[in-house]
């Protein structure tokens, strides 16, 4: 027959016991989620002095690509404020591959409906990722750089607070 105090104690370790089992359900659910296959190649912000993105200032992105038998879809993010006055945002981009040519594009990227309302995600400072290229192949093993630098008549583009750029591998 048990005491009182045993009865005590052996509930108290049946209570830890139940305890460490959720935590260590809760922690493998954990390493299970995050280590999933990240599909993501490279991902990368810079931000925007004083969130006023100058005509001839140029940002620079560049990244490895070593499997060229697979398919890739590559996005410029951006991240605004209110302050932003434009409903689109428009950019010269250019590509410079390991080996040939340089790439150059102009690329149109919507970031309000015609309301006003802004398509990405956030309350005061908006996150938006444009897709630039779906589903294609780079040419070469080696390493890309993607420039991109702001197409609008302002000298001084203001609400803007960063820029990035990003690469995943396609499905």
């Known amino acids: 027959m048990l005491l009182p105090k045993q009865i005590t104690n052996l509930k108290k ?9 959720r935590n260590c359900a809760f922690l493998a659910f954990l390493l299970v989620f995050f280590s999933c296959d990240n599909e993501t190649v490279y991902d990368q912000y810079q931000s925007i002095d004083n ?5 001839n200032k ?12 697979v398919s890739y879809n590559l996005f410029f993010e951006v991240r605004n404020n209110n ?22 594009d102009t690329v149109e990227c919507m970031l309000a409906d015609n309301y ?3 398509y990405g995600r956030g309350i005061s400072l908006f996150q938006y990722s444009s897709p630039i290229l779906s589903h294609y192949k780079f040419p070469y093993a080696g390493q890309y750089t993607f420039s991109f630098k702001q197409g609008m008549r302002d000298s001084l583009l203001t609400g803007i607070q960063e820029i990035g750029f990003r690469v995943d591998k396609a499905k």
């Open 58 to 69: 140029t940002y620079y992105f560049t990244f490895m690509i070593d499997d060229i038998a």
């Open 83 to 104: 302050l932003y006055p434009y409903q689109n945002l428009w950019l010269f981009c250019n590509q410079e591959q390991p080996i040939g040519q340089l790439k150059r």
């Open 13 to 21: 370790n049946q209570m830890l016991n139940l305890k460490l089992k």
């Open 116 to 118: 006003g309302k802004w």
């Open 51 to 55: 969130a006023s993105w100058e005509k």
